[in-house]
């Protein structure tokens, strides 16, 4: 997949040179536009309707918009939605400034941009042009597994041990994936399968009964950290103290990953989880720092799941503690970091079930477990 249309949006004309220029020497051309009238030109309206009609066979052209904050004045803003629905496969990035984040972050929930990075960070930009690639072919081959299915239940007589398959690769697929990202840090190798575990146990002592709902909060754990993809090893694999600098590309992560799969059509369950998992019951957490009830409930089980896993876990800045230590400290953040009515749920069960529950999981990776031995040893 390539890139064949290529606008930046800004009224600032050297601005949008200066961007140009810098795409350029990575070989990516960019066509400058300084406003949103006319956009995009009548030819890319049909060049991507005739791979709409060959979408189920060959992929579509990326076509992505830099779009600059500023230009977004003198009532752009209300173009956006017109040309969101107008135009699907085009890939709408925001450039935007940190004190402007929060309506960023807006347009971004409500589907009206792709993804929103700073205009000061030249790499970022070209990462998200990078990521914008990939997400919309996992989203064309995404919809040509969901006319597979479409197709499969017409004929669900016939074909029920072909959709079994086609379900299991599904959730082979998402586990995969996520052992991929686990895997670029041994240390925490293991880490999504095992909270998605502790997940659904504690969604089910919730009272959440509907299997759909608890699989769902399974593969939002499962995919949580998506977003770290987009983080470089160099601040992830960092064995001392981040800078400030560097934790705040940390704390994109969630945002990141939310922009990378909500055009999957996954439900709201697996998108809560990936972009709320940071926020604190108090308030004080990230990226927008809800509290209480606003916080959705699968994301609040999740970060208790969360925070199980990694105070048992090894980590190279300290050793990995006992279940007793880590409900210790759980019920020390009752009520500030947590939902109480989720760590009552925990304190409901015997620390043993945990154990076990953990057991259950990493048991079955032990030429990996040996690996991430040696590799500590180094």
Same mark, same amino acid.
């Given at each position: 997949m390539?890139? *064949?249309?290529?606008?930046? &949006?800004?009224k600032?004309r050297?601005?949008?040179e200066?961007?140009?220029?810098f795409l350029?020497?990575?070989?990516i051309?960019a066509?400058i536009?300084?406003?949103?009238?006319?956009?995009?030109?009548e030819?890319?309206g049909a060049?991507?309707?005739?791979k709409?009609?060959?979408?189920? #066979?060959?992929?579509?052209?990326?076509?992505v918009?830099?779009?600059?904050?500023?230009?977004?004045?003198? $009532?752009?803003?209300e173009?956006?939605p017109?040309?969101?629905e107008?135009n699907?496969?085009?890939?709408?990035?925001?450039l935007c400034?940190?004190r402007r984040t929060?309506?960023?972050l807006?347009?971004?929930?409500?589907?009206?941009?792709?993804?929103?990075v700073?205009?000061?960070?030249?790499?970022t930009?070209y990462s998200?042009?990078?990521s914008?690639?990939?997400?919309r072919?996992?989203a064309e081959?995404?919809?040509?597994y969901?006319?597979?299915?479409?197709?499969?239940?017409l004929?669900?007589s016939r074909n029920? =041990?072909?959709a079994?398959? %086609?379900?299991?690769i599904?959730?082979? #697929? %998402?586990?995969?994936l996520?052992?991929a990202?686990? %895997?670029?840090?041994v240390? *925490?190798? $293991?880490h999504?399968?095992?909270v998605?575990?502790y997940?659904q146990?504690l969604?089910?002592?919730?009272?959440?009964?509907?299997?759909?709902?608890v699989?769902n909060?399974?593969?939002g754990?499962?995919?949580?950290?998506? $977003?770290?993809?987009a983080i470089?090893?160099s601040? %992830?694999k960092?064995?001392? =103290?981040l800078s #400030?600098?560097?934790?705040e590309? &940390?704390?994109l992560h969630?945002?990141?990953?939310y922009?990378?799969?909500k055009?999957i059509?996954?439900?709201?369950?697996?998108?809560?989880? &990936?972009?709320?998992h940071?926020?604190?019951?108090?308030?004080?957490?990230?990226?927008?720092?809800?509290k209480?009830?606003?916080i959705?409930?699968?994301?609040?089980i999740?970060?208790?799941?969360?925070a199980?896993?990694?105070i048992t876990?090894?980590r190279p800045?300290r050793?990995e503690?006992?279940?007793?230590?880590a409900r210790?400290d759980?019920?020390?953040n009752r009520?500030?970091?947590?939902?109480?009515?989720v760590?009552?749920?925990?304190?409901?069960?015997?620390?043993e079930?945990w154990?076990?529950?953990?057991?259950? *999981?990493t048991?079955?990776?032990?030429?990996?477990?040996s690996?991430?031995e040696v590799?500590?040893k180094r």
């Open positions: 390539s890139i *064949t249309n290529l606008w930046i &949006i800004n600032d050297k601005e949008g200066r961007l140009a220029e350029a020497s990575l070989a051309k066509d536009i300084d406003s949103l009238d006319g956009f995009p030109p030819s890319f060049q991507a309707g005739r709409e009609e060959s979408l189920h #066979t060959s992929p579509s052209p990326v076509a918009a830099l779009l600059d904050f500023d230009t977004l004045g003198d $009532g752009s803003l173009k956006l017109r040309l969101r107008a699907p496969h085009l890939s709408l990035i925001l400034r940190s929060e309506l960023a807006s347009l971004l929930e409500k589907g009206l941009i792709d993804q929103f700073s205009s000061e960070d030249r790499a930009v998200a042009i990078r914008e690639i990939g997400r072919k996992l081959e995404n919809s040509r969901a006319q597979e299915l479409r197709r499969l239940k004929e669900e029920r =041990r072909k079994a398959e %086609l379900e299991e599904h959730n082979a #697929t %998402l586990e995969n996520m052992t990202l686990d %895997l670029r840090d240390e *925490t190798f $293991g999504s399968l095992t998605a575990k997940s146990a969604a089910r002592l919730l009272g959440i009964r509907s299997g759909a709902a699989d909060i399974r593969k754990a499962l995919l949580h950290d998506i $977003g770290k993809i470089p090893d601040i %992830l960092k064995p001392s =103290r #400030t600098a560097e934790w590309k &940390i704390r969630p945002v990141l990953g922009g990378l799969i055009e059509k996954l439900v709201h369950e697996i998108g809560n989880i &990936i972009l709320y940071h926020e604190r019951y108090d308030g004080k957490g990230y990226p927008r720092g809800l209480k009830e606003a959705p409930l699968e994301a609040r999740f970060a208790l799941a969360d199980l896993d990694a876990s090894y800045y050793k503690r006992d279940f007793k230590a210790k759980i019920l020390e009520s500030t970091q947590f939902d109480p009515r760590v009552d749920a925990f304190s409901s069960v015997k620390l079930e154990e076990r529950i953990r057991y259950e *999981t048991k079955l990776l032990p030429a990996l477990e690996f991430s590799y500590r």
